[in-house]
């Protein structure tokens, strides 16, 4: 799993794109209900990029097998 702490629309649209997250995390005392919603549909919503950033995922995955 790639867990994605987000706070920000950014934070949950960058962490799709870039990291291929598939599991988002919010933090309660920051973000209210209706910015975690907001947050889940645009992460929902949004594709992985892969190219250049496949090239982190793949050793992310590669280390979690070794751990």
Do not use: Q
């Not at 799993?1 to 920000?8: D, H, I």
């Not at 209210?32 to 793949?58: D, P, Q, V, Y």
Request: net charge negative.
């Amino acid at each position: 799993f790639t867990a994605a702490l987000c706070r920000s629309i950014d934070d949950a649209r960058l962490s799709r794109e870039h990291n291929n997250s598939n599991v988002i995390c919010f933090g309660g005392r920051v973000s209210s209900h209706k910015e975690m919603e907001a947050m889940l549909k645009i992460w929902l919503e949004t594709e992985f990029e892969g190219g250049r950033h496949e090239i982190r995922t793949n050793m992310f995955a590669e280390l979690g097998t070794k751990i």
